[in-house]
T-cell receptor
């Protein structure tokens, strides 16, 4: 039972353009959503998060949007840079799951110069 | 600066060996986790612990056990390694109710079982 899904295994964009990574979830008890970035041979690093009481959170070039009714969130990166090339994981947690994070499958983003 | 340290970056073990993966965090976090990462499957939770000597099974605990004798240390044990346990193993820690504060990860251990 995959509670968090990232349906696009890969995404390729040109430098300077917008990157949009998508994530869907099924568990309505999730109340926090997080994005992580992972380079090869390194651990994931926390990027940005959003609470279920908000519909948008922005941090520099990164913005996360949450649509609770659709159980969908997205990460926008504007403008995209070659250094953004990495695997991006969506994660969720909720009151009933305690502190554990449930992750999606990941999306490989490639930003071409 | 926050730090989660895994004892090895790369390990090669033989089928049937008992394998220990160690993880130490210096943030005084209550919660610690072990995940494995496989292509196309994302990060899957093996075990987690919310306090010393406490442990909970994650989504894929079969073939693994854990030990948490001290707050800062969480060990993953492969009782009898098998080739399907070849993977990237990631340790993480998080404060009790992290909210929008995500978990912090170690650098990962690439385990190959031959």
């Amino acid at each position: 039972d995959q509670q968090v899904k990232q349906n696009s295994p890969s995404l390729s964009v040109q430098e300077g353009r917008i990157s949009i990574l998508n994530c869907d979830y099924t568990n309505s008890m999730f109340d926090y959503f997080l994005w992580y970035k992972k380079y090869p041979a390194e651990g994931p690093t926390f990027l940005i998060s959003i609470s279920s009481i908000k519909d948008k959170n922005e941090d520099g070039r990164f913005t996360v949007f949450l649509n609770k009714s659709a159980k969908h969130l997205s990460l926008h990166i504007v403008p995209s840079q070659p250094g953004d090339s990495a695997v991006y994981f969506c994660a969720a947690s909720g009151e009933t799951s305690g502190s554990r994070l449930t992750f999606g499958e990941g999306t490989q983003l490639t930003v071409n110069p | 600066d926050v730090k989660v340290t895994q004892s090895s970056r790369y390990l090669v073990k033989r089928t049937g060996e008992k394998v220990f993966l160690e993880c130490v965090q210096d943030m005084d976090h209550e919660n610690m986790f072990w995940y494995r990462q496989d292509p196309g499957l994302g990060l899957r939770l093996i075990y987690f612990s919310y306090d010393v000597k406490m442990k909970e099974k994650g989504d894929i605990p079969e073939g693994y056990s854990v030990s948490r004798e001290k707050k800062e240390r969480f060990s993953l044990i492969l009782e009898s390694a098998s080739t399907n346990q070849t993977s990237m193993y990631l340790c993480a820690s998080r404060i009790l109710r992290g909210g929008d504060i995500g978990a912090f990860f170690g650098q990962g251990t690439r385990l190959t079982v031959v």
